[in-house]
């Protein structure tokens, strides 16, 4: 298939990288001359990738997306969360229109609550059939690494789902397929808020035993936040839910995982942002997912407790302190 990734960062690199070694036709789409040039003659992207990663050569980079997106059968979005509006909808129109657009993102969007694929069906008109998102426990640098990985491709027509999955398998990329897309992006986007928990825990020198909890907590958290808005639970419990909480809370490249543990050590927001050096979803889509678990009557403490610890300026200790003063009551 001839497909186009809007984005050259890690996953966005990664992922055309996948593209390419199971046979399609890719071209990187990047803001940065140099970016592209790196891509198209040295076959690498030093500032995302883990040294030693080299490239296909039959994949490409571009910084013309207008001329890129009439003829892509499959356009696959891998930007930071909160700029997709802005810098995608001056492209509506040019989008072919049996083209499957397939999100890699994991956050929610401030101002409207809104998952990406919600985002995306906005701004470029799409029908749910054309709409795909990817997820799982996918650390970009160890795919990068060609590192046997599992991953789930999600759409409305599960016939597309199976196409996506075909389209991206390779001997080191074992593709499941499902039907929910909105399952999917809960599970990303919240699993990053957990890292962060998780993080800021271990950065405050806790233990296995705090870990555990906030993970176990945060996946009932993030389960119930999308029960609420038409996921369904068994999502939560496959790779996408349980697999990329783990993979994320347990890795030191995470970077929301990395992000945390800065501020567990006592750095400030823009201090740990400016350390971690790469998107941290986490950080920003923590409070427009507080909002949604309150709009639907869903308790999220662990969520709450990162958006007081991390944009609130309270003391991380003393939220800790208070969380576990409350009184017992039934484990859902
Ligand atoms: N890195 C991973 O391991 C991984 C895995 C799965 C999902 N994700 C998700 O994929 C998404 C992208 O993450 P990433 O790891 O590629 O991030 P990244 O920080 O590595 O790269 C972000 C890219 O977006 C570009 N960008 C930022 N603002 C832009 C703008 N206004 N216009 C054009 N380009 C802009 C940057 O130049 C950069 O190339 C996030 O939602 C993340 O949660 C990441
Ligand atoms: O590095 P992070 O924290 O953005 O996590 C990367 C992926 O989402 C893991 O699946």
């Known amino acids: 298939m001839r497909a186009v990734v809007i984005g050259s960062g890690a996953w966005g690199t990664t992922f055309a990288q996948v593209l390419a070694d199971a046979g399609n036709d890719v071209v990187v789409w990047t803001t940065q001359e140099a970016v592209a040039e790196e891509i198209n003659t040295r076959h690498t992207n030093g500032r995302h990738l883990p040294d030693g990663t080299v490239l296909p050569e039959t994949l490409a980079a571009s910084t013309d997306l207008a001329r890129l997106l009439p003829t892509a059968e499959v356009v696959v979005v891998a ?18 229109p049996e083209a499957v657009v397939v999100s890699l993102m994991k956050g929610v969007e401030l101002s409207t609550l809104e998952v990406m694929s919600q985002v995306l069906m906005e701004i470029w008109d799409l029908a749910p059939e054309r709409m795909a998102v990817v997820s799982g426990p996918n650390l970009a640098g160890e795919i990068a690494r060609r590192e046997p990985t599992t991953t789930v491709v999600a759409c409305r027509d599960d016939a597309v789902a199976h196409r996506i999955a075909e389209a991206i398998a390779t001997p080191y990329f074992r593709v499941f397929t499902s039907t929910d897309v909105i399952g999917l992006e809960i599970g990303g986007a919240v699993k990053n808020v957990i890292a962060l928990a998780v993080g800021i825990a271990e950065g405050m020198g806790y233990g296995y035993n705090m870990v555990a909890s906030i993970m176990t907590r945060g996946l009932s958290e993030g389960t119930r936040i999308g029960l609420a808005i038409g996921a369904e639970r068994e999502t939560f419990l496959g790779l996408a839910g349980v697999g990329d909480l783990v993979a994320t809370c347990s890795s030191p490249s995470s970077r929301n995982h990395r ?74």
């Open 79 to 96: 930007l930071p969360s909160q700029v997709v509006r802005d810098v995608l909808t001056p492209y509506a129109g040019l989008v072919a």
């Open 259 to 332: 992000l945390g543990s800065y501020i567990g050590k006592g750095l400030t927001l823009a201090e740990a942002v400016e350390a971690t050096g790469a998107t941290a979803e986490g950080a920003k889509s923590c409070r427009p997912i507080l909002e949604l678990a309150r709009r639907h009557g869903v308790k999220a403490s662990v969520i709450a407790a990162v958006v007081a610890v991390v944009h609130e300026g309270r003391d991380p200790a003393q939220v800790v302190r208070e969380l576990h003063a409350r009184p017992p009551r039934a484990e859902d």
